[in-house]
């Protein structure tokens, strides 16, 4: 068994990352913290999140010691601030700790991305090149050596899960950038008072055009240009993914169907459609990536579909720790 | 023309109220303001709610000095916090202004409420018993000679409409208090950052059980006990309340239905239902109570519901002003 | 191993079910089916609920020959039509199956009743006198004895686990009925092209004023008269239930709590709220009902929300399953 | 003051063309009409949607001769299906009446469009051709003079309204489709009773990919390629559409800013947005198109947001209306 802390516990995907580890039969729940300053530290889990009330009752402390904290257990998941993960992590990872990060900061291992798109230089550059990206469809081995694991964003697993069976099999247009119009539900923007996602405000509206994070990590990954725009839509769960690509002259549908299920024939967490397309309620709630397509001559549509707290947060960490420790890839994430 | 002012007119209800202003025959829109501190301040109406983009961009002038504003304007709506009502009052009363209060500052005359159920104790007694309570069906004399209104809360203001004429007619068995379930939009906790309010938090839930402070106005001024649980339901606008009484025993459907169209028979903004009952979507956006019933044996239960904004704030707030000064009652509400 | 049929299974409790049997370590999900007319035969249930994809892919049957399945099978859940589950059952019992059966068809033992509430004549007054009532927190001996098991209705669930205990007690003052106010999700109207479900019509608003089915079903079982009104809330999914009660005079808040903990301590699937009260997002996707309660002088009110496909339909069938055949009685209902 | 007759008034279209007509001026409501085989005949419409009892209680006429109709009126307003359009607007041209239908039957006027997109052979070429297309602000000419004008689609009004201008001004580069995403309110698949619209099964999802009848409309009356995705969405009204361009290299943001406040400088209904970007909240029950945008070098992203009933559909009928009879061009469309 596993000790296992998890910082930022009362957010959204703390939430869910909670709820799997509590049922994970290779781990123990050891404790849920909060940063010291949080108005949620020392309250109950389940008062914040009574669905929980009676499965997960434990007390939400207050990080004031994380080196302590670390050397009293195994796995340490961080659904903590960028700049928090950024100063968390090595403390963690010096005592041995296996680390998975949620947060941005550590996926892209280039120089200068931090300062270009996060607004602090990074001090980790040891760290930095030793992350694991973890895109458990396609990153096994290095998630599986890895000390610490950087759990990729949402918009960027639906996006990657889309484009790069395409990209690798070489059926992708070079002379025109795929375009990416995603909508993802409001819990992406974190459990906190905003007027931006306070009730009456949400509507389906595009947002971060031309200068969302998101954008730079994809391309870094994918080592291919997109044009990729986000939405905010009026539902909690989900994102839906709307990507325009024209093929290579020659491309058909056989082609785009081949690609899809070499790439992901023997993966139990994404499903290809082969007949209609995913929507959000495929996939709310579920660690699932869904993926649909249509061919019209050159064009291609690709509709990719993840729960942005699951598959785009805490069910790809739970994922990754499963490959990083050798259980089987779907422990305690699916239920059947 | 009238000169107005409309102070805390960034929130819900203020838009509301600009609104209606703006296209009022007989009234000028003279200005907009906020509380100096309120980061709004500055900006156009049309940024914060871009449904006015091109109809009213007017600027949200920080309230630095009441009493200078008091001496332009002829009108004021007070669309603020309860405190802040009470202290601003006085000073646009002072200088002659006609106010109409959207809070709950002047809304009971009787001594010693707001030490009870609002925590301060009301400085200003003479104001207080000079008030009108502008319930607009049934106050139009004393709304018509008064300085002060003070336009009732939104649940009251269903209640009130719902059970008043079965009241006035003694149709209620008294050995028994009226239950008021009564479910409101979102929009009626205001525009603000708000974990409570944030898309993903709400989810239908009472509140307030046994100590909202709309039950003892309700009590005050039906001179009845009643029993009022509310609820925050998932969706903007609206109120909707099923209210369950006992009726004396000789009384049947056509009495309820009697007391009903004799008190609103003349009352262009009340609309009873002589079958069917109404919903949230028979009254959002508009300025109307809806009113349905059912009776059986000794038991009645009405449906009562407005648009909590508009009859529960805006729509009759000047309603009243359009009693005060003689103008007709719907002036500017209905555009039809 | 115990061969299941599930008819009725494209609907939302059929969902449920089938996912509930489908991970049961006791169970077998032999075959689904819907009846021979139905648009569903011949589908895969994961075409029409798309979350299933690769859970259950399993194809809706066409209930041609009811006999010849009663024979293959050991275990039949009927969520189908109340004539329907009236016509079926006993072909079902006379083979010798357990039967649970979700509609209204068994579910009180009185004679007339069907009569009078749902416009037929029941046929089967052996069946009807031998059919457990599947409340399972109370009726455990008779669940456990019985061929045929009658689940409860969804508002009739809540409804009388939120009032039981209290009548138990002698709590609740008899001169005043308990006041139910109940909003459902919209699946509660089942899964069915209609304009009354249609997403542009929604909008909370109360339906079956004094004429709800489960207004009888309740007093048939509790022994004691109540007000039950039901109402339509924009959900998909919940049941929340505001019950308002007179006390006797000297009963006090620790009365009413410890009449709600003597019921329930050893009860997994009902939660009582020793602070704050249940929401819809309390339960919704859960198995539980959760029941939370304020006190002021002689008035009570209780909260009671549920999951209506759950713990007002499958889950409980299941919890009824797990009773009849001495399994763990959460089995398959909860994954912690 | 001219008579007018909506026929397929109970529809969602219907409404908003009955309130728009019944409040204008210069227009009398004659009557309302509903196919003779419409279960809403004989109904009022304030029956079905509750919204405008007091306002609009006329009856639903069922249309059994339309040629006696046609005497009786001036204008027609048709919100009916295609072919019923395609048969009815002949027969009350025929009588002298000035036609505006709300389907896609006279959109487009070159042969062979409606055998290849609609399914039928179009057997009134004579009226095809003398047909406006009612693009208010593009059109007016045309429309100003014509007896029948096709109002058009609800996304095509968008997308047009949006690139137009850019192609107007030799903006877009020819080598790349301009890619149009639009999520529609549920509004936009009609009022009727469908398992596709019912409440718990609307979710965000693609439909209609490479196939919607829209496309070739957009394409028809821009002279330009396009991919147009639709989605469907969990609101009922409005319609975003986010379009991704590629700009001529020398393209700036003040070219862009320049083509489309010259084509919108005087007209009333197009808003332009110099900073931000609109949502569908910004639209909804507004007759507006709002448009917004952002370059980065040789990209553009075009926001436009419409109501899809009334800037899609009923607004922008009546919109036709006044510029065919030379009234004020936004007469009882807007309220300020």
Known sequence: MLNTLIVGASGYAGVELATYINRHPQMTLTALAV????????????DLHPQLKGVIDLRLEPLNDAATWASKVDVVFLATAHEVSHDLAPVFLASGCVVFDLSGAF??????????????SHQYPH??????????????QQIAEAQLIAVPGCYPTAAQLALRPLLEAGLINDGQWPVINAVSGVSGAGRKASITTSFCEVSLQPYGIFNHRHQPEII??????????PHLGNFSRGILETITCRLKP??????????????YQDKPLVRIYDKGVPSIKSVAGLPYCDIGFVVQEEHLIVISAI????????????????????FPETESLVYM
């Open 35 to 46: 940063s010291a300053q949080s108005p949620d530290a020392g309250k109950l889990l389940s």
């Open 107 to 120: 996926r892209v291992s280039k120089p200068g991305f931090y300062d270009a798109f996060y607004g602090f």
């Open 127 to 140: 760290w930095l090149s030793q992350a694991a990206y973890g895109l458990a469809e396609w990153n096994h």
């Open 220 to 229: 870094s990954h994918l080592g291919s240009s997109v044009i990729f725009t």
């Open 250 to 263: 020659t491309v058909r549908h056989e082609d785009v169907a081949a690609a899809f299920h070499n790439a």
């Open 307 to 326: 729960d942005n707290l699951l598959k785009g947060a805490a069910s790809q960490a739970v994922q990754c720790l499963n490959i990083r420790f050798g």
